[in-house]
């Protein structure tokens, strides 16, 4: 998208002596536009990584924001980084670099945990919280994910309530729901075993249980499928827990 220039942008230009080599990058951050699965969005990214993606009215109240919350200013990229465009548009977002610097890092191991659930799957905040190396701190893990600085990269879409409601997003939760359903998340039975207190399913056969969405549980037959509402009862009764998915040993949150 070309946009006005920048003055500051501009008088580094004419500096009588050449800029260091990289000067420029340490001063500014890089924006663009782009389509993703939530429609256009702005993201912003440093030498580092992409450190912000947000939907914005303007690309002057996007930039307002960056810095407020940055301290940086922001001039318009030449190109995208290598692997963001497939990665706003649903895949693998694995190898994108984020640049995460100025967040705790508690914050850090949230985003790291939550980026580490595949597509078509969830995980409740619980699970994020253990992954995270505070399983009591579920509200917390709440309030970080609610400040993703790089949502959709880093996807917090994927970490529901453990009674089998979205929860909240900071897109809107029916938008949430329409990425999960997109990534073929059977949200509605999801939702209906969370209500017959079902958090867990075993597989009589492997003798392995998971989460719901996990995609080892989505291959058990009916016949062999047994619901469990704490994982404790899995595991008195003989199962083990899957090593894809990860069940927690803690009660669900």
Sequence with gaps: MVTDSDPVADALGELAVAAPSGLAGKVFSSWLQAPSRIGAVFVAFTSDGVDYVRTAGSAEE??????DRFGRPLRPARRAPRGLLPALRGR?????RLDLHGLSDFERDVLA???RISAGQTRPYGWVAR????????RAVGSVLARNPVPLLVPCHRVVRADGRAGDYLFGTSRKEELLRAEDVDVDEVRALAAAGVHYVGSA?????CFPTCHHARRITPAHRHGFARIAAALSAGYRPCRHC???????A
């Design 246 to 252: 990860r069940p927690a040993v803690a009660e669900p």
């Design 92 to 96: 693998s977002a694995s190898a994108l």
């Design 131 to 138: 992954e995270a190396g505070r399983p009591r701190a579920v």
């Design 205 to 209: 056969t492997t003798g392995v249980v």
């Design 62 to 67: 996007f930039q307002d924001r960056y810095r």
């Design 113 to 115: 945990a939550t980026r």
